[in-house]
């Protein structure tokens, strides 16, 4: 089969194609042909060694996909051959990786794909999905009816987040930084939107919250905005750290003035019941249709390092696909 296989760490152009063996999959795995696999930034990330997570050398990236179960191995239960799925293997496991025809990945990291949804969209679900379902959930704790800031909401875990937001009940404002990006926040069930690109952004931000501010922030780019956010946010508001790429100076009177919270997530934290209770809540909104995946382009698996730029550049709306 092909796959891409990175032998060192490194730029994008460490990304090569090469003809692997099909995977077996052994003790409690499966084997899923992949017919599109998601890219995430985080994928980038570790492609550089320089990311707490480091894999082994050689291996081939990607714990997002969508596909048919082709092989089960033993004791797993709950699945069979033929089997429409989409693939989430976001914390610890044997996954072989997503970039590739083929992947083996650990039983329960595959969720049925509802047959509304094509193949790319499942691909859009795992790191997305279960990064915007926690940082609402397990760490603001959003209630209805409270404020939500999306800062940076036209990517796969924005709109993510105003989906399901939006469907708890909460009063949400997203931002984006074209117009084609504000009109698919839009689209997608926030009740207001904003240019992050305007220097007065986050003062919209508070007047459309009311005066009073956002009582919670999901933040993107915390390098870049973390401190300017509490302009934007409430007394006793949260602040949940979903991206950051790099460092910024920060003032810890700007969180005791209004006694906010400051919260990181990390999905490879998570443990597994934990995310069986994300997998859970996010398999009940695809298939109520609440959680509705929105892919910005499909390329073929030899452009993987395209991809990779892509994904951390502007102006991409949605996720980005890989083709084998």
């Given at each position: 089969?092909?796959?891409?296989v990175?032998?060192?760490?490194?730029?994008?152009?460490?990304?090569?194609?090469?003809?692997?063996?099909?995977?077996?999959?052994?003790?409690?795995?499966?084997?899923?042909?992949?017919?599109?696999?998601?890219?995430?930034?985080?994928?980038?990330?570790?492609?550089?060694?320089?990311?707490?997570?480091?894999?082994?050398?050689?291996?081939?990236?990607?714990?997002?996909?969508?596909?048919?179960?082709?092989?089960v191995?033993?004791?797993?239960?709950?699945?069979?051959?033929g089997?429409?799925?989409?693939?989430?293997?976001?914390?610890?496991?044997?996954?072989?990786g997503?970039?590739a025809?083929?992947?083996?990945?650990?039983?329960?990291?595959?969720?049925?794909?509802?047959?509304?949804?094509?193949?790319?969209?499942?691909?859009?679900?795992?790191?997305?999905?279960?990064?915007?379902?926690?940082?609402?959930?397990?760490?603001?704790?959003l209630?209805?009816?409270?404020?939500?800031?999306?800062?940076?909401?036209?990517?796969?875990?924005?709109?993510?987040?105003?989906?399901?937001?939006?469907?708890?009940?909460?009063?949400?404002?997203?931002?984006?930084?074209?117009?084609?990006?504000r009109?698919l926040?839009?689209?997608?069930?926030?009740?207001?939107?904003?240019?992050?690109?305007a220097?007065?952004?986050?003062?919209q931000?508070?007047?459309?919250?009311?005066?009073?501010?956002?009582?919670?922030?999901?933040?993107m780019?915390?390098?870049?905005h973390?401190?300017?956010?509490?302009?934007?946010?409430?007394?006793?508001?949260?602040?949940?750290?979903v991206?950051?790429?790099?460092?910024?100076?920060?003032?810890?009177?700007?969180?005791?003035?209004?006694?906010?919270?400051?919260l990181?997530?990390?999905l490879?934290?998570?443990?597994?019941?934990?995310?069986?209770?994300?997998?859970?809540?996010?398999?009940?909104?695809?298939?109520?249709g609440?959680?509705?995946?929105?892919?910005?382009?499909?390329?073929?698996?030899?452009?993987?390092?395209?991809?990779?730029?892509?994904?951390?550049?502007?102006?991409?709306?949605?996720?980005?696909?890989?083709?084998?």
């Amino acid at each position: 089969m092909q796959a891409i296989v990175v032998r060192e760490f490194g730029g994008p152009e460490v990304l090569r194609v090469e003809d692997v063996p099909v995977p077996v999959p052994g003790e409690g795995e499966v084997r899923v042909r992949i017919a599109a696999a998601g890219v995430n930034p985080v994928d980038a990330y570790v492609r550089t060694g320089t990311y707490a997570r480091r894999p082994a050398l050689p291996y081939t990236p990607g714990s997002d996909g969508a596909g048919t179960i082709e092989a089960v191995g033993p004791n797993v239960g709950g699945v069979s051959v033929g089997d429409r799925v989409y693939v989430a293997a976001t914390r610890a496991s044997r996954s072989t990786g997503t970039y590739a025809e083929y992947v083996v990945c650990d039983g329960t990291h595959v969720h049925p794909l509802p047959a509304h949804l094509p193949a790319a969209a499942g691909a859009a679900v795992g790191v997305p999905g279960a990064t915007a379902y926690r940082a609402l959930f397990h760490r603001a704790r959003l209630a209805p009816g409270e404020r939500v800031f999306v800062h940076g909401a036209s990517g796969s875990v924005g709109l993510a987040a105003v989906q399901l937001a939006a469907a708890h009940g909460a009063v949400v404002i997203g931002s984006a930084g074209t117009e084609q990006g504000r009109a698919l926040v839009r689209s997608q069930g926030a009740h207001h939107v904003v240019d992050h690109r305007a220097p007065d952004h986050l003062d919209q931000v508070l007047a459309l919250a009311g005066g009073r501010g956002a009582d919670v922030i999901i933040e993107m780019l915390a390098n870049e905005h973390l401190e300017r956010d509490f302009t934007a946010l409430a007394p006793f508001g949260r602040i949940v750290i979903v991206g950051s790429r790099g460092t910024l100076p920060f003032s810890p009177r700007l969180a005791m003035g209004k006694e906010a919270a400051i919260l990181g997530m990390s999905l490879f934290n998570v443990p597994p019941p934990e995310m069986a209770r994300i997998d859970a809540a996010l398999g009940a909104a695809l298939s109520s249709g609440v959680l509705r995946p929105v892919v910005a382009r499909e390329l073929p698996l030899q452009d993987a390092a395209r991809a990779h730029v892509d994904v951390l550049g502007t102006g991409v709306n949605g996720k980005i696909v890989l083709v084998p």
